[in-house]
């Protein structure tokens, strides 16, 4: 060997590990001892089975439990069904009586009352506690009038001349016919007069 070359040493184990003693870990690692890995593998074995037995004694609750809460939740429903069409009815009752009331109002400047809520929004009189503001109802009948005076009663209230229907009386039905009931009374009083005289 030439003097200049260097010889390499190899290490085969790292530095800074410490081998385990033998008898270390067969204390703390129960598979190295077939005798002990047995008895661990049992104490495993028991207690996997005793999670199974707990696992079906409550699977029935966990079932009880689920159907409790879908009876709950199908209650929920069926109660919210019950408030949203009691809130229906209450609505429809109050918009009977405000267009009652509306009526009622406008019967004195109206010419028909039914007329006056067709133009207004009956939503608008009643507040949260479900009272009806004729104030508010009375304003706006004066505003519509304002707005669409047709709809007033007529100022002059003088009576009218009947319509004459000329399809009454003999000039408006032409020649008679022989059955016709003024043909047949004029015809009795002829006979009674003649049997008069």
Known sequence: MPENEETV???TEPQGTEPAPEAEQASTDPWADPAAARKEIEK??????????????????????????????????????QLTAAEKRIQ????????SEVKALAAAEFADPEDAHAFLDLTSYVDDDGDIHTDAI????????????HLAKPTDT???APKTDRTQGSSGNGSRTPND???VFADFMKQGLARGH
């Open 9 to 11: 040493q190899v290490e």
């Open 44 to 81: 495993l074995r028991k207690e996997s089975a005793g999670w199974r037995t707990k696992y079906q004694e409550t699977k029935p609750l966990a079932q009880k439990a689920k159907e409790l809460e879908d009876a709950k939740k199908s209650d929920q429903e069926r109660l919210t069904e």
């Open 92 to 99: 429809s009752v109050q918009q009977r009586a405000v267009r």
């Open 138 to 149: 009375q304003q706006d009948l004066k505003e519509l009038l304002k707005r669409k005076p």
């Open 158 to 160: 003088s009576p009218r």
């Open 181 to 183: 009931p003024a043909n």
